[in-house]
């Protein structure tokens, strides 16, 4: 799994190659340089014949602009025509990115194709052209800290970024990034105003958490990682990683040739509920479903037995108990992981029946995932302790349950997912699955994990139960809750993208029957 780090962590692992293992600031540099030209190249399919192609790299009087300078550089050498906006007074660069800006004055004078302008008006009056390949966005890096959406960029930040999107609305130049699209804080994904909208982003050694949440996603374009000689051992302990499909095959048990069905994976879903006024059978129903085409070897389902036709006429494979507490809990025993939540009701009947369930040792120490309304019961002030009796279990909120088990707003959890689920996993010691795009998996103390697959066609009803019935499958399979979080995660969300054409249109049951197809996948992909 990839590393993926905030803008602390990357100079932290920036400062530590240079004085631990002594790797020169310019070497770190021209490697990025040369990296980022050879990326950007390929990226416009030029990497062969350069010759005939034009730039426009603006430079920023921070080490992001450094950057831009061997990149220019490189992009000369291959036989690219280019031109180099410098934002600020040459002797205000330090030292490294002097060096850079001078070697370009020099090649200047070895009539090479290069034009250099020297502040942001001398670029708009001298450029009359919109023929560029690609504009090169060396502005803002890592070093852009800003503390709320759309704050106001100063000059000359601002118009060079208007430039830049400028020209790419009204040509057929790409914008490309180094390391960050400038106005994008590489930590939270909030945005300046205004920000550069990248086709592709070459970032240097390590993925940003920023371009992952809030408007990074928008502003990113391509990803592609530049291998600058930091390497992984010296960013260790990583606190987040990105999912990956080896990951989640490693986590998806296969049955064993001469295995018998309750060995296979055997389920307790306590779910579904029914009032005089409303059914919510339908949760269940999607949950069992999803067990078993996750592979679960056997589901057995607690529900009002009123429905049990219904269950069996949806899913014959499944086995329905009632609602007797001791029954259950026998079947708490009787299972390698529990379920318990989707669509039980949140009258005071429904709240207390949870809470009796959660007290039980037969499902607080077994594998448990607490999903939707054992969720809300979970948030009631008594009962908030409870997490800490649970041997190993995973809360799945939506950013609305984690409000109220949380406390935050809504917005502030949407503003830094990855702090909030980190902070409460600790806290609680207990993990936690905070679904949205992308989805952030937390432990008490293992490093963070962000899934990324998946697009609006999972933003269905019951998309969440589905979840939640693949998570218990595979943990009663082997995995620990943790990774069984993390791995359904990755299935589900490529079962949305397998599941329809048009994301528009994508319904539960059509998730649910492309669940089969994202787990053999995987196992292609391995082969
Ligand atoms: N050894 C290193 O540190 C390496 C750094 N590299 C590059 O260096 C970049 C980071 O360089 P720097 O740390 O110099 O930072 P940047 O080049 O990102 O620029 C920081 C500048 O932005 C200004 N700034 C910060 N917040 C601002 C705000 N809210 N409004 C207006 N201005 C603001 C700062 O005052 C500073 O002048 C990386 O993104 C990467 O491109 C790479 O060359 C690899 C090696
Ligand atoms: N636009 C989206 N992109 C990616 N994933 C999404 C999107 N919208 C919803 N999802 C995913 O769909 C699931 C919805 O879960 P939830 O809100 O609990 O649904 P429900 O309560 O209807 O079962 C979560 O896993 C979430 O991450
Ligand atoms: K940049």
Redesign the pocket.
């Known amino acids: 799994m990839l590393p993926v780090v905030t803008a602390i962590e990357m100079?932290k692992a920036?400062k530590a190659a240079?004085e631990e293992l002594r790797i020169g600031?310019s070497r770190?540099?021209e490697l990025?340089g040369s990296e980022a030209a050879d990326i950007i190249l390929k990226a416009l399919e030029k990497n062969d014949n350069p010759e005939g192609c034009s730039f426009l790299v603006v430079c920023?009087?921070?080490?992001?602009?450094?950057?831009g300078f061997v990149v220019a550089r490189h992009l000369l050498n291959r036989g690219a025509t280019v031109d180099v906006v410098l934002l600020c007074p040459p002797e205000t660069l330090k030292p490294v990115n002097r060096e850079g800006y001078l070697i370009l004055e020099a090649y200047r004078h070895h009539n090479e194709p290069l034009r250099i302008f020297h502040g942001i008006e001398e670029a708009i009056d001298s450029i009359t052209e919109t023929g560029y390949s690609a504009l090169i966005d060396g502005i803002?890096?890592?070093?852009?800290?800003?503390t709320q959406a759309g704050?106001a960029?100063?000059e000359p930040?601002a118009s060079a970024i208007t430039l830049l999107n400028t020209l790419r609305h009204n040509s057929d130049a790409l914008i490309a990034a180094?390391?960050?699209p400038s106005g994008l804080d590489a930590t939270t994904g909030l945005s300046?105003s205004p920000a550069v909208i990248a086709d592709l982003t070459v970032t240097?050694a390590f993925l940003k958490t920023g371009f992952f949440f809030n408007e990074g996603p928008l502003h990113c374009g391509d990803l592609h990682t530049a291998e600058?000689s930091i390497p992984r051992f010296i960013a260790e302990p990583v606190s987040t990683l990105l999912t990956d499909g080896e990951f989640a095959a490693e986590q998806f048990i296969m049955r064993n040739p001469a295995a018998a069905k309750h060995q296979n994976g055997k389920v307790l879903i306590i779910a579904g509920s029914i009032s005089s006024t409303s059914s919510m059978i339908g949760a269940a129903m999607l949950a069992v479903k999803a067990a078993l085409k996750t592979g679960a070897g056997y589901v057995c389902v607690s529900l009002p037995l009123t429905h049990a036709a219904a269950m069996h006429a949806f899913a014959p494979g499944a086995v329905v108990i009632g609602r007797d507490l001791d029954v259950i809990a026998e079947k708490a025993r009787w299972a390698d992981a529990v379920l318990i939540g989707c669509g039980l009701g949140r009258d005071s009947a429904s709240v207390s029946f949870i809470a009796d369930l959660l007290q039980r040792k037969e499902i607080a120490a077994n594998k448990l995932v607490i999903d939707a309304d054992a969720l809300y019961a979970l948030a009631l002030p008594d009962l908030s302790s409870l997490s800490f009796g649970f041997s190993d279990a995973i809360l799945t909120p939506h950013y609305g349950e984690m409000s109220r088990l949380s406390g935050f707003s809504v917005e502030s959890i949407a503003c830094d997912p990855l702090d909030t689920a980190r902070t409460y996993a600790e806290k609680h010691r207990v993990n936690l699955l905070l679904k949205g795009y992308p989805t952030v998996i937390a432990a008490p103390s293992d490093p963070v994990l962000l899934n990324t697959t998946g697009t609006d066609a999972l933003g269905t009803a019951g998309s969440g139960d589905i979840l939640s019935g693949m998570i218990a499958a595979l943990a009663a399979k082997g995995a620990t809750t943790f990774n069984a979080g993390a791995a359904a995660a990755w299935f589900h969300g490529r079962a949305g993208d397998l599941a329809g054409t048009i994301s528009s249109i994508v319904s539960a049951e059509d998730i649910l029957e492309a669940i089969p197809s994202a787990i053999q996948e995987i196992f292609h992909i391995e082969e």
């Open positions: 100079s920036d240079i600031e770190l540099m990025a920023g009087k921070g080490n992001n602009g450094g950057d803002l890096g890592t070093g852009l800290r800003i704050e960029l100063p930040i180094l390391d960050v300046a240097m600058i």
